[in-house]
């Protein structure tokens, strides 16, 4: 019980700030500003269900593209850091997650659940390589279970976020919004450098395993 707990907290801990649903907000909003606040709900439950169904999707079958593409666990967790380190450069720097063209694209949609806002803004690279090295990680139905419920618990606060966040934004404001983007821009870039380090270290203990010694 005890590592099931732990998978679902660590689980929650580590995808959130990559995930970042608190910076998905404004965007959200700011897609959805035409729309009334029953279809804005919908727009919100749907992206939530949408982050679940595509997290759960890989980590269920992160094993498989681990061995198909013939990938090792350090190789990806480097590839994923890198990722993440880049997502975390643009929240520090206050660059758009989505270019001029893709938002023109996404206010021009009807349901912009699935896409921009569940990919790649909430699920995007970084997410999916992490959850696809927690497969690797995770044997066992507690820990594989606690992973499937952290991703789901997540889509739940991201549900929350987007459907009741509306006061958040007014009240924070463009400023307010900016400088939580930043802080938590710098935590996403400390999990980056870690997974690097963490990639490295398995390289060299498949590889060159006398370097540790």
């Not at 666990?73 to 990722?83: H, M, P």
Request: charged letters at 15%.
């Amino acid at each position: 019980m005890e590592a099931f707990l732990s998978q679902v907290a660590g689980t929650l801990v580590t995808l959130f700030p990559i995930a970042n649903p608190i910076g998905a907000v404004p965007i959200f909003y700011t897609l959805t500003e035409g729309d009334t606040p029953k279809f804005r709900r919908k727009q919100a439950l749907s992206t939530a269900i949408n982050v679940a169904l595509i997290l759960c999707a890989f980590f269920v079958l992160g094993q498989f593209i681990l061995s198909f593409f013939g990938i090792t666990l350090g190789v990806l967790q480097i590839a994923g850091g890198l990722i993440v380190s880049h997502t975390a450069w643009e929240m520090v720097a206050v660059r758009q997650r989505l270019t001029d063209r893709e938002h023109q694209e996404a206010m021009a949609m009807e349901d912009i659940s699935f896409t921009p806002m569940a990919m790649p803004l909430v699920s995007g690279p970084g997410a999916i390589g992490v959850v696809i090295g927690m497969a690797a990680h995770s044997r066992g139905w507690p820990k594989e279970v606690g992973v499937v419920l952290g991703i789901v618990l997540l889509s739940l606060l991201l549900y929350f976020l987007l459907a009741l966040g509306e006061p958040m934004v007014k009240r924070l404001g463009r400023n307010g919004l900016g400088v939580l983007n930043r802080v938590l821009g710098f935590f996403v870039l400390a999990i980056g450098v870690q997974l690097i380090v963490h990639g490295i270290f398995d390289l060299l203990r498949q590889n060159a395993p006398s370097l540790l010694k």
